[in-house]
């Protein structure tokens, strides 16, 4: 049975035991020195001092759980008989750390604190800069926002006070003064109707109208036929009556208070559904209407106001007689004799065309007018100088005669020729009759409208003062240039 080898290290039985090693040629042979003998004699196979200070450092190793080689001697004397051996680390230099990857350098732990403290502000740096950059343009954003909110509601403040203003301006306050009567045709568009209403003096504007017709959906189904305004109405209140049909008036002809005779007779036609030739022909035939003499064959002046229905027998000349015969009966009852009838009517009317409802003034205008004519020596030379006059003899209706009204030379020119018009000029109401009948008190020669909304009159004994009365007008017509001088 072979001897197993010895080896020259420790076991780790003996290296656990903390006894030291000892070294032998012969197998299993140890010795031991004695106490009494700090310095034993070496023996042969026995380890060198230089050995002992191997086996210690082996101890030390041990002790450290470490199976490195002992740093105190890396290369110990060659024992006889034993191998040399060379020591794990001896290639590494001294300068070198034990346990150590050769290939791995330390990193200096300073050097290596500060580059990542270093990248970590620098990374940190930079996101604060986005953030940073992140805000601004949020703050940019948001003061753009709200600068265009502001703007937003500036623009529509000002707009809405725009619109208000020009609502406004383009509308009439109502509710309106005389009645008058318009006819709206079959499938008659808001604009189309718009159009004859302002036509007729009813609105303001035609864009007023519209956009009252547009806001309300029951616009849409109103009816052909003839309607009872009243002249410088709100166009809300216009809208109101064409939706009421109480308002129509397709079945009765009405003569309105100031209503000329051409209005009448087109109304006639509408009404009776009959030709305007057959109309002019019952107004041709005076003894069938029973016009009375007095009124020189002309019916103007003589259609008494109010209400006509029509029967199912009826002929135009049949209803114009039924108004001659109540201007008649009216005037009879109020006294008149038959031979004042027309010098009555045509001063009524005259009185009528000036101050229309405005009836607190009708007694002061009938008075003005009895003055004139008997001023034919006086600054009027018994010119009456009337507007409602002179606009009568040129065709036209309402606002302020031109220079070239005033020009015409026709019957009707009161500031041309002395006196009273040939005939009445309207239809006028029985307040303006009974305000010739009884004229007020004063010795006013002029007078003047200077509001045509209101109707505010100023009267005056002589011409200066009239003058100055009259700049008030022009003041007032440089506002409402669109009542001043109306489309003839």
């Known amino acids: 049975m072979s001897t197993p080898p010895t080896y020259p290290f420790r076991s780790r039985r003996e290296i656990h035991s903390g006894q030291p090693k000892v070294y032998s040629d012969a197998p299993n042979e140890d010795v031991t020195p ?16 230089a050995h002992a200070s191997f086996d210690e450092s082996d101890a030390r190793l041990s002790r450290q759980s470490t199976p490195a080689v ?31 990857h050769p290939a791995w350098k330390p990193t200096d732990a300073a050097s290596e604190t500060t580059g990542m403290r270093s990248r970590r502000i620098a990374s940190e740096r930079r996101a604060a800069r986005k953030r940073k950059r992140r805000r601004r343009i949020r703050s940019f954003f948001v003061i753009v926002l709200v ?31 005389t009645d008058i009567l318009v006819t709206i045709d079959d499938q008659a568009t808001g604009r189309e109707i718009g159009q004859k209403l302002y036509e007729a003096g009813v609105v303001r504007s035609v864009g007023a109208f519209v956009r009252q017709y547009e806001k309300n959906s029951a616009a849409r ?3 052909p036929g003839t309607y009872r305004f009243k002249l410088q109405m709100s166009a809300a209140d216009a809208l109101a009556v064409l939706l009421d049909p109480m308002n129509r008036v397709d079945s009765t002809v009405t003569v309105l208070a100031g209503e ?13 559904d009959v030709s305007d030739a057959e109309v002019e022909q019952a107004f041709a035939n005076t003894a069938a209407i029973g016009l009375p003499a007095e009124a020189g064959g002309n019916v103007e002046g ?21 108004m001659v015969a109540a201007t008649v009966e009216e005037l009879d009852k109020l006294g008149v004799p038959a031979a004042d009838r027309e010098t009555v009517l045509i001063k009524a009317s005259i009185v009528e065309g000036e101050m229309g409802t405005n009836s607190k003034y009708m007694p002061m205008v009938a008075r003005v007018i009895d003055n004139r004519l008997a001023d034919t020596e006086g600054e009027t030379k018994g010119m009456l100088g009337m507007d409602s006059t002179t606009l009568y003899g040129v065709g036209k209706e309402g606002g302020l005669p031109t220079q070239a009204d005033l020009d015409a030379d026709n019957p009707y020119n009161t500031r041309l020729h002395a006196g009273l018009p ?18 007020a008190d004063g010795d006013w020669l002029y007078f003047v409208t200077v509001d045509l909304n209101t109707g505010d009159t100023l009267f005056a004994s002589n011409a200066a003062d009239h003058e100055k009365n009259k700049e008030k007008l022009v003041e007032y017509c440089k506002t409402h240039t669109d009542q001043c001088n109306p489309q003839s």
């Open 34 to 49: 004695t106490p009494s003998d700090p310095t034993p004699t070496p023996v042969r196979g026995t380890a060198s001092p």
């Open 70 to 100: 002992s740093q105190a001697d890396p290369t110990p004397t060659p024992i006889q008989g034993v191998p040399a051996v060379t020591p794990a680390r001896s290639s590494l230099s001294e300068s070198e750390p034990r346990g150590e």
């Open 147 to 177: 600068l265009g909110l502001v703007g937003g509601a500036s623009y529509f403040a000002y707009s809405q006070l725009m619109n208000s203003s020009t609502v406004a301006s383009d509308d009439y306050p109502g509710p309106g003064t």
């Open 221 to 223: 189904s109103i009816n």
């Open 260 to 272: 000329r005779m051409s209005v009448i007779k087109k109304r006639i036609a509408e009404v009776m």
């Open 302 to 322: 003589w259609l008494h106001i109010g209400e006509y229905k029509v029967e199912k027998d009826d002929t135009p000349t049949s209803v114009v007689a039924r």
């Open 422 to 439: 040939p005939t009445p000029i309207n239809q006028p109401s029985l307040e303006a009759i009974k305000a010739v009948l009884k004229p």
